[in-house]
């Protein structure tokens, strides 16, 4: 058996002449709690439908537990919990009503821990699911999809248009149901508060193109932040590979840095600065930096926030 | 799979409810003032109209849920298959369709089989219209389920795939006679719509990849382009305010006249000349509009028809008959009197009684039955039945004449009674018969193969003749000249029978032939007609043509292709070889390969423009970008380019790249092995 419960190669797929996902290539670590991380539209939910077989790739394939995406077999699909974007639900349906149509389906379905998730999230069991807040909604769809005991878990932005108190339980939801078994888990956000409380993994996605699959701690210690002080104003920079985000201000130059490597630090060295110091970053701002610089010529242009804060690229 | 079934049953119920409440209600209204029929008129003003609504709406509905992506997820990502979610669904939607629509006509059925509330006899195919109409709803069920989640453009080719449904229901009501041929045609349509949206529902409405649910929707989006462009022709036409026509009349002295019609800004206006072209002085300026010219030219009210001699499905026309008709079943007998002695009964002829049977119209029971000896007090019937399935009777429903091919009779209802007029030969059997002129002078004609038989009205022989035109491949209308009381016949050929003319037959007192003329055949005025013919050459396909006959379809759309032949095949053809070219170039844009593009371009020469719509609604239409390698256009959705032959490059990378080497992707031999 593959020590990967996810596997995924050269997977693309184009909506019409739009690149939704490009090239990508990806591994899921068994046990592993995978943050998959991109901005709206960068192709995390094309990429997850695409890798439960509910979407065809325009080529590229992929493994879910070993098995071809393409055509999951029904025994298969029952050891993977899906939570789709949004919640769905049948409005009409109250609780439990929806327990017990789905538990139909589940031969390992697990009443005791459905209960639970909806006492945790305080669902009322006669609620109809249409008259249900998005908080309680999310609760009874996680406790769908945690209830079959699934193997792999995926969840797709399970926290979308959740309030804090409710993405809270959401997330302790989570960690309650997988530290109980060696289950591993899949869940895109664009909320790095979530990722960092839960995920050991992490994927980025940039505009269709996966540009980091490795550990948090891997992510935070790549991206660093280095601040230099001139005297006088900051000269134009030259190209530097791995620069995210330049920002002048005064005499200082702020520079965030992917992978710095020796001759990146040769080339600081080489500006004339007073100073050189590194600064300690936090996993969002290094995410947001990460992810709203732009170097391509032809990616969609920036926010006029992050263009402004980019402007030192240019 | 219960659990969906019950699951679909749940959830639309209430559309299913509205339905059987709806129909209910207007069925109990009409049932509360019945006419005879009631149970052919309830298919024809409701069940016709109201089972395609229902088909759409419970399609639509069963699947509105699942148009949104994540929704569709959350109902096909569980341990059962897509199959069996989809069939469960069908299952449930079908059986709510078909209870919504039954149970209501059922009501109708039980009430009319009660005696003394139908006022004729309940035959259970009185119910067969209803339940072809609601055995069609499931066409139009399919139907809804793939215009809802095929992904299409609303103002493009998403309304389409109706079409099949709505071809079906064409069919059935128009051009099928027999039930069970009806039910025939329902479940093949059925089956072709299933399929297709099987393959939307399994896909998510994207284009499948499996080669039969793709044929399905193409066979159910083509006849939808078809009925679109001849919708668009007959559209066009109700622009044309004025035009001219010309038809035969004849006078009260047996002549024939050319009657010129012309409507010019709404104002109408007649000429008319003989058929030689000479203007008749004596009609100049005469309105036929005023009711005061209403006996200007005589009325041939009589017809002498077999048939089993008019080919599909214009016999169906000039019959009236099949499981949507009373006939075969029942016939309403309105003339079976004296003109001016009123009926104090409804007189019906029972077919499969073989007996005339009287209902009395307020109570709605049967008052009795005649038979060939005479009448019979209910509830006795009558010892000796009629001989055989009466004759045309749909043709001629206020004759006075029940035909049978080896008898006739005239009736006299009044008197509870009919009188044999005429009893054929042997190897000569009546083909039809009808009474013509009035009083004293009123005639029965007798039509056998062989000869026409004149008899007064008591059966007297008056005179015979034999047929100046074959029975077989004519049919004739029959009038008494006002001026002489001659006879006059005038033959029709029948539909398909070419070249098509007209003859009249003028036969005195004594049966001696007095005229003959033949009519030649009136040509079109004016540009229109052709042009119209013209037009839907355009977009006629030239595999119907071949097989379907220029007289079915100038019957039918009421156009002129038999006299503009060479026009209607020049546009057909250019217009055909316009699609293959046309084919051919988005073959070529969507890089279909070779065989995919001839395949596609002989089909679209068979099948016309209706074809092309079909070709573009069944297959993506791939988008292009620039080759990295080469830098010419290669489809987006292809790993290599046809021009150079480079797959596609991976990613670029920009030195942002974060990547763990234990995470990187190492299994390419578990991919291999399952690709």
Redesign the interface.
């Given at each position: 058996m593959?020590d990967?419960a996810i596997?995924?190669?050269?997977l693309?797929r184009?909506f019409?002449?739009?690149?939704v996902v490009?090239?990508?290539?990806?591994?899921v670590?068994r046990g592993s709690i995978f943050g998959f991380l991109g901005r709206n539209g960068s192709g995390k939910t094309t990429t997850l439908?695409m890798i439960?077989g509910?979407?065809?790739p325009?080529?590229g394939?992929?493994?879910v537990l070993?098995?071809?995406s393409r055509c999951l077999s029904?025994?298969i699909?029952?050891r993977?919990g899906?939570l789709?974007?949004?919640h769905?639900?049948?409005g009409?349906m109250r609780v439990k009503d929806a327990q017990a149509?789905q538990s139909?389906?589940?031969p390992r379905w697990n009443d005791e821990l459905f209960q639970s998730v909806l006492a945790f999230f305080r669902v009322d069991p006669n609620t109809r699911a249409r008259n249900m807040s998005r908080g309680e909604r999310a609760g009874l769809c996680l406790a769908m999809t945690l209830a079959p005991e699934p193997d792999l878990l995926i969840l797709?932005d399970p926290a979308i248009g959740l309030d804090p108190v409710a993405r809270r339980s959401l997330l302790e939801s989570m960690v309650y149901a997988t530290r109980k078994a060696d289950r591993t888990i899949i869940f895109s956000s664009h909320l790095l508060a979530d990722i960092e409380r839960m995920a050991d993994?992490i994927a980025?996605l940039?505009y269709s193109?996966?540009?980091?699959?490795?550990?948090l701690e891997?992510?935070r210690s790549?991206v660093q932040q280095f601040v230099l002080t001139f005297d006088g104003s900051p000269p134009r920079l030259p190209p530097m590979?791995?620069?995210?985000q330049s920002i002048s201000r005064g005499s200082q130059l702020r520079l965030m840095l992917?992978?710095v490597s020796q001759d990146i630090r040769t080339t600081m060295q080489g500006l004339g600065a007073m100073r050189i110091d590194e600064v300690p970053i936090s996993l969002e701002d290094a995410f947001v930096s990460?992810l709203g610089?732009t170097?391509?010529s032809d990616r969609p242009t920036p926010s006029p926030e992050l263009a402004l804060s980019a402007g030192g690229l240019s | 799979m219960i659990g969906i079934f019950t699951r679909e049953l749940r959830e639309n119920l209430k559309w299913a409810l509205l339905v059987f409440a709806a129909l209910l209600v207007m069925i109990v209204r009409d049932l509360r003032e019945p006419e005879p029929m009631i149970l052919f008129q309830l298919a024809q003003h409701y069940t016709l109209w109201m089972a395609p609504i229902a088909g759409i709406l419970l399609g639509v509905v069963q699947l509105v849920f699942e148009t949104r992506p994540d929704n569709w997820s959350f109902v096909v990502h569980r341990p059962v298959s897509r199959g069996r979610i989809f069939a469960a669904k069908c299952a449930a939607g079908l059986l709510l369709l078909y209870a919504a629509l039954t149970l209501p006509c059922l009501v109708a059925g039980i009430w009319a089989s009660r005696p003394g509330n139908l006022g004729v006899p309940y035959q259970g195919r009185m119910m067969l219209p209803m339940l072809a109409d609601v055995l069609n709803a499931g066409s139009y069920y399919f139907a809804g389920m793939v215009l809802t989640l095929r992904r299409a453009r609303w103002f493009g080719t998403r309304l389409l795939p109706a079409g099949l449904a709505l071809a079906s229901s064409f069919l059935i009501t128009m051009f099928i006679a027999q039930f069970w041929l009806s039910v025939l045609v329902i479940l093949c349509v059925q089956l072709i719509g299933a399929l297709a949206a099987w393959g939307v529902f399994a896909s998510n409405g994207a284009s499948d990849d499996s080669w039969i649910t793709r044929l399905a929707l193409g066979a159910i989006i083509y006849p939808g382009a078809l009925a679109v462009g001849i919708g668009l022709l007959g559209f066009s036409q109700a622009f044309i305010s004025g035009g001219r026509w010309q038809y035969y009349q004849v006078d009260r002295h047996g002549d024939a006249v050319v009657v010129t019609q012309t409507i010019e800004h709404g104002e109408r206006g007649w000429s008319f000349t003989d058929p030689a072209g000479n203007p008749l002085r004596q009609y100049e300026g005469m309105d036929l509009d005023d009711p005061a010219n209403r006996d200007q030219f005589v009325s041939f009210n009589g017809h002498l028809v077999d048939p089993r001699s008019i080919p599909w499905p214009l016999d169906l026309m000039y019959t009236n008959a099949g499981y949507r008709f009373p006939n075969p079943g029942l016939e309403a007998l309105r003339g079976g009197a004296l003109p001016g002695v009123r009926l104090r009964f409804l007189a019906i002829y029972d077919i499969p009684q073989h007996l005339i049977e009287l209902f009395d119209p307020v109570s709605r029971v049967q008052i009795g039955a005649i038979g060939p000896d005479g009448f019979s007090p209910a509830p006795t019937l009558p010892d000796r039945r009629f001989d055989g399935i009466p004759l045309n009777l749909s043709v001629q429903p206020r004759s006075r004449v029940l035909a049978f091919e080896s008898i006739v009779y005239r009736l006299e209802l009044d008197q509870r009674r009919v009188l044999p007029v005429f009893v054929a030969v042997a190897d000569d059997p009546v083909f039809s018969a009808v009474e013509v002129g009035q009083g004293t002078n009123a005639k029965i004609l007798v039509a056998t193969h062989a000869r026409l038989h004149v008899l007064s009205v008591d059966g007297q022989s008056s005179y015979s003749v034999p047929w100046e035109q074959d029975p077989n491949s004519c049919n004739f209308d029959v009038a008494q000249l006002p001026s002489n009381h001659h006879l006059l016949v005038r033959a029709f050929t029948n539909p398909g029978i070419a070249p098509p003319r007209t003859r009249m037959f003028e036969y005195s007192a004594d049966g001696a032939l007095v005229r003959r003329s033949d009519l030649p055949r009136l040509g079109s005025l004016g540009s229109s007609k052709k042009v119209e013919s013209m037009a839907f050459g355009a977009i006629f396909p030239v595999a119907a043509r071949m097989i379907c006959p220029a007289w079915i379809l100038d019957d039918l759309f009421d156009l002129r292709m038999e006299e503009f032949q060479m026009s209607f095949a020049l546009v057909l053809w250019i217009s055909a070889a316009l699609c293959a070219t046309a084919t051919v170039l988005i073959g070529i844009r969507c890089g279909f390969g070779l065989w995919k593009t001839l395949g596609w371009s002989v089909l679209n020469l068979l099948l016309g423009p209706a074809g092309l719509v079909v070709m573009l609604g069944v297959n993506d239409w791939p988008s292009r970008e620039k080759c990295a390698h080469c830098h010419r256009m290669r489809f987006v959705g292809r790993r290599d380019c046809p021009r150079c032959g480079a797959a596609l490059a991976p990613a670029p990378r920009d030195g942002r790249e974060i990547f763990e080497p234990a995470d990187a992707f190492s299994s390419d031999e578990a991919l291999q092995a399952v690709g």
């Open positions: 593959s990967l596997q995924a190669r050269r693309t184009y019409g002449a739009k690149r490009y090239d990508l290539n990806l591994s670590p439908r439960l509910l979407l065809s325009s080529w394939e992929s493994l070993g098995h071809d029904p025994a699909r029952a993977i899906y789709a974007e949004g769905p639900v049948h009409w149509y139909r389906f589940y797709d993994h980025v940039d193109i996966l540009r980091a699959q490795c550990s891997t992510f790549c590979r791995g620069l995210i992917v992978n990460y610089g170097l391509e | -």
